[in-house]
Nanobody
Framework: QVQLVESGGALVQDGGSLRLSCAASGGTFSSYTMGWFRQVPGKEREIVAAISSSAGRTYYADSVKGRFTISRNNAKNTVDLQMNILKPEDTGVYYC?????????????????WGQGTQVTVSS
């Protein structure tokens, strides 16, 4: 069983930056693929970025490529999401998620463990 706790959400202006962090406990962190998802009211939870267990592979949604960077530190059991050049459409609740194994998956149904979420609001 893995517990995930996100932090770093805030209100930021259009064009600004934020760094989200997710701390994991209760499992073998290095054996999990990690993802960041975003959800807005009335819409399905969508993937923003994911990183393989060894950090050898990453995945980004087209809407964030070139602006967001996912990274992980297996020694500290953390995964971060650096978000630059933020836009109002990046607004939402951001969730950290984990799935066992090596492969990256983009659909939320493939992730077994979830944090409670952190709110990111980008004002125009």
């Amino acid at each position: 069983q893995v517990q995930l706790v996100e932090s770093g959400g805030a209100l930021v202006q259009d064009g600004g930056s934020l760094r989200l962090s997710c701390a994991a406990s209760g499992g073998t962190f290095s054996s999990y693929t990690m993802g960041w998802f975003r959800q807005v009211p009335g819409k399905e939870r969508e993937i923003v970025a994911a990183i393989s267990s060894s950090a050898g592979r990453t995945y980004y949604a087209d809407s964030v490529k070139g602006r967001f960077t996912i990274s992980r530190n297996n020694a500290k059991n953390t995964v971060d999401l650096q978000m630059n050049i933020l836009k109002p459409e990046d607004t939402g609740v951001y969730y950290c998620a984990a799935r066992p194994g090596l492969s990256i998956a983009s659909h939320f149904s493939n992730y077994h463990y979830w944090g409670q979420g952190t709110q990111v609001t980008v004002s125009s």
